[in-house]
């Protein structure tokens, strides 16, 4: 059984950084792209970045120059790392992996979100 689990949520200042991680656990045999969405209260989840197996990145407008996704394919983690944080960037940040397990088959997996909060 494959799982995600997410770390890192946290109450911040703006102006602040906090990291999120995340790391698969399981029968994996290869993971595709890894990425992070958010859901701010009484919204929609909308992607905040994605990075492929090869390092390609992709990145919400919103958070381009501010938030920087990274990957460690032996450790199945993605991280991502929020810089200048604002208090329009509170929600629950969820992990995401598109994830060929050991019986491959392939699905897409989340985790089950971390709450990030930025207010003085």
């Known amino acids: 059984q494959v799982q995600l689990v997410e770390s890192g949520g946290d109450l911040v200042q703006p102006g602040g950084s906090l990291r999120l991680s995340c790391a698969a656990s399981g029968s994996i045999f290869v993971i595709n792209d890894m990425a992070w969405y958010r859901q701010p209260p009484g919204k929609e989840r909308d992607l905040v970045a994605v990075?492929?197996?090869?390092?390609?990145?992709t990145y919400a407008n919103s958070v381009k120059g501010r938030f920087t996704i990274f990957r460690d394919n032996a450790k199945h983690a993605v991280d991502l790392q929020m810089n200048s944080l604002k208090p329009e960037d509170t929600a629950v940040y969820y992990c995401?992996?598109?994830?060929?397990?050991?019986?491959?088959?392939?699905?897409?997996?989340w985790g089950q979100g971390t709450q990030v909060t930025v207010s003085s």
């Open positions: 990075i492929t197996n090869g390092g390609d990145t």
């Open positions: 995401n992996a598109d994830i060929w397990d050991g019986r491959f088959r392939r699905s897409e997996y």
